[in-house]
């Protein structure tokens, strides 16, 4: 049992090349998101997916689009890399029970530096 | 709206001495709250995590926090630092929606001196 993995680890970009990271899951959970944390700012929602087949914006959307190919898959895309997307980008997953007591578990992390 | 304010972003303690870090949170709703360690270059880990079932969570590591609603507050305490509790600690109220969506404080990273 992996939990929430994320490939690649370590990514440098030049601006405007495009890339896409990936997250896989292997708890079964319904519940997927992207967030990416910047120094000083805590972590920020790019987009979340509820369910398979379903994906909605976060706090910060622009410039990323993601794709939920599966209920273990969730895909997050650059198509134009900008240097002000240099951050570290975290996937979590979440559980399908009812309340807001369900707990986010985190990927380990990719560290992306756009030049 | 919710929202969670870390009212320090850095406190340094001293090894064998108590830890408080402290978080504020604002809720239109009864509030699920959570503290999450990332240590230097990790992930983030779940230390405890408020549920209303009892105002004391106790969680990893011995850490706890208290739930204080008078307050709106959920300050994190360990009674004896140790070194390996230097990181960075982050605050988060889960928004009781749908889809049950994270605000996130803006992280209080941890000192702790020889």
């Known amino acids: 049992n992996a939990g929430v993995t994320q490939t690649p680890k370590f990514q440098v970009l030049k601006t405007g090349q495009s890339m896409t990271l990936q997250c896989a899951q292997d708890m079964n959970h319904n519940s997927m998101y992207w967030y990416r944390q910047d120094p000083g700012m805590g972590l920020r929602l790019i987009y979340y997916?509820?369910?398979?087949?379903?994906?909605d914006k976060g706090e910060v959307p622009n410039g990323y689009n993601v794709s939920r190919l599966n209920k273990r898959e969730f895909s997050l895309r650059l198509e134009s890399a900008a240097p002000s997307q240099t951050s570290v980008y975290f996937c979590?997953?979440?559980?399908?029970?009812?309340?807001?007591?369900?707990?986010?578990?985190f990927g380990p992390g990719t560290r992306l530096t756009v030049l | 709206a919710q929202s969670v304010t870390q009212l320090d972003s850095h406190v340094s303690v001293s090894e064998g001495t108590p830890v408080l870090l402290r978080c504020n949170y604002s809720?239109?709703?009864?509030?699920?709250l959570f503290w999450y360690v990332q240590h230097p270059n990790k992930g983030l880990q779940l230390l405890l995590k408020?549920?209303?079932?009892?105002?004391l969570v106790k969680g990893i590591n011995g850490f706890e926090a208290e739930f204080k609603k008078s307050e709106t507050s959920f300050h994190l305490t360990k009674p004896s630092a140790h070194m390996s509790d230097a990181a960075e600690y982050f605050c988060v109220v889960s928004v009781p929606s749908g889809t049950y969506k994270y605000i996130f404080g803006t992280g209080t990273r941890l000192k702790v001196l020889a």
């Open positions: 809720s239109s709703y009864s509030p699920s």
């Open positions: 408020y549920t209303s079932a009892a105002t």
């Open positions: 979590a997953s979440r559980g399908s029970g009812t309340g807001s007591t369900d707990t986010q578990y």
């Open positions: 997916s509820a369910s398979e087949g379903t994906t």
